[in-house]
């Protein structure tokens, strides 16, 4: 059965359950999420796993595009699974998730133990860039279904931007969390490549070629360079604006053209937070990533860390 027929028919079941409480629906909902998710998972090649607004796209729009460029296949298909993989073998199935739904029908609460044998790909960023961007997500591209399934502020709630990155149940500390539960079992995965979003920002060609030979699909250069290119930032949010991946979904479609806020790429920064609030508000945060956060990934934001940041840069 396909993914659009999977997905279809779980919009059908929970349209008959339309008479159940609301929370009985929610319960059912995440749990048949979590089972399509168990049964991508059983079959991919590899995962690649992430935070909402960790860079996700702009890496999946690079892998397209390189398959796209060696298998001469049309810029519209984004990597979706095994779409690229039923199109041409030699593409692997790559599931791309959010690790948000497999708990809800393996149960097993906080445990990656399902990942452990698979060839996975940790994608990581800044915890405060993520809640940031989580926050533009929210307020102008999230579904309402998903903001009452996943438990974030109800549709035209009047929140700031400090307070829902405050907030435990989907701001910073729900990103820390998640982080946290990854980075206490990276020792326990079989095969796996942990790539931060910074040092993609920094060396797109390089990263992108780790990754690539990580999945078992090494490139060439003029390869690379040709994906990095082509999801550049101006040129994604051209291709939003073109609606070119359309066939996708609403994953790159850009809500309102003249709002740069409602594109899936909106800034695409790194420490792009820093500019977003108060000395106050931004000491908090700090404080809050410097108390909480596991320092494997090196995301301390305390006085000590700024000052070694200097440091190096100087």
């Known amino acids: 059965m396909s993914i659009a027929l999977r997905t279809t028919l779980r919009h059908l079941i929970m349209y008959l359950l339309f008479f159940l409480p609301a929370e009985q629906k929610v319960r059912i909902e995440r749990w048949l999420r979590g089972h399509e998710d168990f049964r991508k998972l059983a079959l991919a090649d590899c995962v690649i796993v992430s935070f909402g607004k960790s860079g996700r796209t702009w890496l999946r729009v690079m892998m397209s595009r390189f398959y796209q460029v060696r298998h001469g296949l049309s810029q519209r298909h984004l990597l979706a699974f095994?779409?690229?993989?039923?199109?041409?073998?030699?593409?692997?199935?790559?599931?791309?998730?959010?690790?948000?739904?497999?708990?809800?029908?393996?149960?097993?609460?906080?445990?990656k133990s399902a990942y452990y044998d698979k060839k996975l790909v940790l994608m990581v960023r800044d915890p405060a860039d993520v809640a940031v961007s989580q926050y533009y997500q929210w307020k102008f591209r999230m579904t309402d279904r998903k903001k009452k399934i996943n438990n974030y502020p109800a549709p035209g709630s009047d929140v700031s931007l400090y307070d829902f990155v405050m907030m435990p149940e989907c701001g910073l500390p729900k990103i820390i969390d998640f982080m946290n539960g990854w980075g206490r079992e990276l020792d326990r995965f079989r095969n796996l490549l942990v790539v931060r979003y910074e040092d993609l920002r920094a060396d797109p060609e390089a990263m992108l070629r780790r990754i690539l030979e990580f999945v078992g699909t090494p490139g060439t250069a003029e390869e690379l360079r040709e994906a990095v290119q082509f999801a550049s930032v101006e040129n994604m949010r051209q291709l939003e604006q073109k609606r070119v991946f359309w066939l996708a979904g609403r994953r790159m479609l850009a809500k309102d053209r003249g709002n740069l806020n409602t594109y899936k790429v909106r800034r695409a920064k790194v420490g792009g937070y820093r500019d977003d609030f108060t000395p106050e508000q931004l000491a908090a945060i700090d404080s809050l990533v410097e108390q909480r956060m596991v320092p494997v990934f090196g995301y301390a934001h305390g006085p000590e860390a700024e000052a070694k940041r200097a440091g190096a840069a100087g």
């Open 82 to 111: 095994d779409n690229l993989h039923n199109r041409v073998p030699e593409i692997p199935r790559i599931f791309f998730t959010h690790d948000n739904y497999l708990k809800d029908y393996i149960k097993e609460e906080g445990s």
